[in-house]
């Protein structure tokens, strides 16, 4: 069974420019979680979305937004970019009345120059 | 508000040794407890998770964790160090109901593993 795949792997953008970021989660699995892992800042919790809408958002800028599409798959993105922008985006998914595990993706790294 | 505590940035420990991380939680209900690990340039992997019952969890790789509701805690212990555990491991609460879905982590320990 396939896990949660995200791409790219490596993103390099400059200030001002946007970000696009993709995940496919497991299959069956409805949630999509969105986190942002910065130098010393550990994971945050950006986004969540289940069954196509966006149920939850972090603290964070509306310039960080997203979607899910119907197959369940989702995408980030990060408009206007900043230089602390620049780390580890994870993405997980789980089902949405399951046990409350989040399996990850290997992430996709974004530097912002 | 729920928060996860892991107080030791840094952990350095010789092989064969035995190991336990930190981890404190501040949650209002019984807490939904994780312990992740995340190896260089990876995601983060399970390693076990406590949901009620039994307060010692058996996780993957020989780690075990301890539910110690008195004192807010759920503490990582391995009996013995592998040099492949070298990895920084994250504690995380589950943040559930209402419109409210998500793991909350703490800040994570970084594990160096010493010949």
């Known amino acids: 069974e396939a896990g949660v795949t995200q791409s790219p792997t490596h993103l390099i953008k400059t200030r001002g420019q946007q970000a696009t970021l993709r995940c496919s989660p497991i299959?069956?699995?409805?949630?999509v979680y969105w986190y942002q892992q910065a130098l010393g800042l550990g994971l945050q919790f950006l986004l969540w979305y289940d069954e196509g809408e966006e149920r939850n958002r972090g603290n964070f800028p509306p310039r960080f937004s997203g979607r899910q599409f119907p197959n369940y798959s989702s995408e980030l993105n990060v408009n206007a970019l900043e230089l602390e922008d620049s780390a580890l985006y994870l993405c997980?998914?789980?089902?949405?009345?399951?046990?409350?595990?989040?399996?990850f993706g290997e992430g996709s790294r974004l530097t912002v120059l | 508000a729920q928060s996860v505590t892991q107080p030791d940035i840094h952990i350095t420990v010789s092989e064969g040794a035995s190991l336990e991380l930190r981890c404190n939680y501040s949650?209002?209900?019984?807490?939904?407890l994780f312990w992740y690990v995340q190896s260089p340039g990876q995601g983060l992997q399970l390693l076990l998770k406590y949901f009620s019952g039994d307060t010692l969890v058996q996780g993957i790789k020989g780690f075990e964790a301890e539910f110690k509701r008195s004192q807010s805690s759920f503490n990582l212990r391995k009996p013995s160090v592998h040099w492949s555990d070298a990895a920084e491991y994250f504690c995380a609460v589950g943040d559930y109901g209402g419109a409210t879905n998500k793991l909350i982590f703490g800040t994570g320990t970084l594990l160096a593993v010493q010949p």
């Open positions: 299959s069956g699995h409805t949630s």
């Open positions: 997980a998914s789980s089902l949405r009345q399951g046990t409350g595990e989040l399996f």
């Open positions: 949650y209002g209900a019984t807490p939904y």
